[in-house]
Each structure stands twice: as structure tokens, then as C-alpha cells.
């Protein structure tokens, strides 16, 4: 075994007006914003979950369990930080990660630079080591029907030393 490990995070969000919507660890301005225990990052948390998940340290609602009052409303860029110390405890490193959000509006584009500037400095990674793209369903399905945002990430690490 070469020390390299793999993992998938998916995670969904419903959307609803009167919230503030957080999408890879910046605000984006939008009618609509993602129901969650947290602030429900859908972005952060499968990052979170596939980091997780290679290194073997189960998934994000084991270590932050949505019944656990500390957690209510917390930024998911703590979150991530925790993760990243867990990861580190572990002896892994970042190889990469890559990531999708599926959503029908508001545009994604526009926001992926400030996105991958915000988690890159959060993981302590370079914006290189960072891919994050978006798309629509095609007006399908709950995400088409504007009524949720999913996302999907996986994740290279490696064993450090």
C-alpha cells in the first residue's frame, strides 16, 4: 500500500427564503438560503465528509452531530478546521479535491475564485490543489425545481513522511 486514499462526500440542502445562503465558506447574495443545523455549507460539508471518509474518521455528523446545541448556526469553516486537525492527528496530507454543486440559481461561476481563495487558506492548501464546479439539473428534479442545492467532492490524501 502507497499511503494513498480516496474519498466521496455528498451531501443536500433545502433552500428557503428568509435565510442567509453560505456556499464554500463565502455568502452569496440570493433570495434563498440553505436550511440546516449549521449554517449549512452544502460545499463544506461534503469536503468535510470525503476527508473524512478516506482517512477512515467516519463522516462529518459523527464528529458534529446536528443534536449537539454547540453546533447550531456555527460557521462550517470550523468545521473544516476541525477536520483538518483530525486529519493531520491521522498523519494525512491533502493530494487534492474536487468538487461539484448542483444548482439552478442563483449562477455559481462568478463566485468559484473567491470560493477556492476562502477553503484553500481554511485546509492550509493551495488553490491549485482546490477544483470546484457547478451545473444545473436542467430544471430537474428538486434542485431544477429551485427547492435544493446538492454537492458532491472527492478527495485525495496521502500519508505524510
Known sequence: MNGFRVGFGYDVHQLAEGH???LGGIQ???EKGALGHSDADVLV???CDALLG???L???GYHFSDRDPQYKGIDSKILLRRVI???DEAGYAIGNIDSTICLQVPKINPHIPAMKSCLAEVMGITEDQLSIKATTTEKLGFV???EGVSAYSVVLIYKKG
Open 144 to 146: 431544477g425545481r429551485e
Open 20 to 22: 442567509d445562503f453560505w
Open 28 to 30: 452569496i447574495p440570493h
Open 54 to 56: 478516506a482517512a477512515n
Open 85 to 87: 486537525t483530525l486529519l
Open 45 to 47: 460539508h461534503v469536503i
Open 58 to 60: 467516519r463522516d462529518i
